[in-house]
């Protein structure tokens, strides 16, 4: 199965407790490919990183893996946290469509990390678990970015007793938070078992499965919700509303579906009745090949989902993180904007009850 056409990537969010490693991973996630200078292996976008297909299959070692998947890749929010998967949602969910949640295998799981986990099968959305630092296991000999089995190989009896022990810990943790879980090479349905992924943020060891885990969790529970329309008028939900040089208040914003142009008329929520404005600029970052250039960002004339953007526009300081935006039309800002209010509302009692 090949790429498909009308799917877009699918947004990846990783969720943890502080210090258990959300950071590094994702530092791991964009620089790891960087530093192998491959040309494309990622995407920078604002506030997300794009990880083509290509990038992730060459990374697993093994290419024939590339037709197998229809997804184009795997974009990561840079924002990591609980606050950041709860508050960022989408029309009739979250806005993350597949989520990591990171626990420090040496810590074990922090009450609110269980409560995530909770959330995530509030909403329906798969998930893999990733026991991160298994670097500080006492003996253990790092395999820089090596597969989580071949590294675990080459590892001495003692340490693998060691890791055994303390992965047992997670599943039993797990098991009482009522969740069935196994390691991710020994899951064969991923819907009635939850894989845990051992991993070192820091060593890259078990960072190609967490992308292999996640492709493969696209594939088998996504096809559905994936699907988008490059021609209709654009929908988003605000990363973050920011004050930049020169241009004032912007929005930082992951379109997931349709397409956002120069020009265009956007209705943003915020926090009394929904504002009106038109698009100014479109920027994205600079590539980082030109680093001479003074400016941060780079001006586009249209973009399509999924993508990561900054929105110059009047108008923007009191726009909402987390809320929707939609592109509008003169005969549909009047209803667009009524059903912003209702989804702001929802959103408002839903986050209350939790
Ligand atoms: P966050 O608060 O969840 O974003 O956690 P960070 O990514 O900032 O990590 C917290 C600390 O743990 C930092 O000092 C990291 O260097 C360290 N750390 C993260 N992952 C690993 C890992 O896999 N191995 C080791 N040894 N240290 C790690």
């Not at 299959?57 to 229809?70: E, H, I, Q, T, Y």
């Not at 988003?236 to 008329?265: C, H, S």
Request: glycine share 8%; hydrophobic share 40%.
């Amino acid at each position: 199965m090949a790429v498909k056409q009308d799917l877009r990537t699918p947004i990846v969010s990783v969720m943890g407790h502080v210090d258990h490693g959300k950071t590094t991973l994702l530092d791991r996630i964009r620089g790891s490919t960087v530093a192998e200078g491959e040309a494309g292996a990622i995407t920078q976008h604002i506030g997300a990183t794009e990880v083509p297909i290509d990038t992730i299959v060459s990374k697993c070692g093994n290419p024939a893996l590339r037709d197998k998947f229809m997804v184009p890749g795997l974009l990561f929010i840079d924002t990591p946290g609980h606050h950041a998967f709860t508050s960022l949602r989408s029309r009739g969910g979250a806005l993350a469509d597949l989520a990591i949640v990171i626990v420090d295998i040496n810590e074990g799981f922090m009450p609110q990390t269980i409560e995530s986990l909770q959330i995530l099968k509030r909403f329906k959305t798969p998930f893999v678990v990733v026991a991160n630092k298994i670097d500080r296991i006492h003996g253990w000999e790092p395999q820089k970015n090596a597969p989580f089995i071949v590294s675990y190989n080459k590892q001495s009896e003692r340490v693998k007793t060691e890791l055994d022990r303390k992965f047992y810990e997670v599943v039993g943790e797990l098991y009482n938070a009522g969740f069935n879980s196994e390691r991710h090479d020994r899951v064969s349905d991923f819907q009635r078992n939850i894989g845990i992924i051992p991993i070192s943020a820091v060593t890259g060891e078990g960072i190609a499965d967490v992308l292999m885990v996640l492709l493969g969790l696209a594939q088998r529970f996504l096809e559905g919700n994936l699907h988008y329309d490059a021609s209709v008028p654009g929908v988003g939900t605000v990363l973050e509303v920011k004050e930049e040089k020169g241009l004032g208040a912007t929005i930082d914003v992951i379109l997931y579906d349709g397409n956002l142009k120069k020009g265009d008329m956007i209705v943003v929520g915020s926090l009394g009745k929904p504002l009106h404005t038109k698009v100014r600029a479109l920027l994205k970052p600079r590539p980082l090949t030109e680093i001479k250039s003074e400016e941060k960002f780079q001006q586009v004339q249209s973009v399509t989902a999924a993508i990561g953007v900054k929105i110059s526009a009047p108008n923007l300081d009191s726009a909402l993180a987390g809320s929707p935006v939609r592109v509008v039309t003169p005969e549909t800002v009047d209803a667009i904007s009524e059903e912003i209010l209702n989804e702001l509302e929802e959103v408002q009692i839903d986050t209350d009850a939790l």
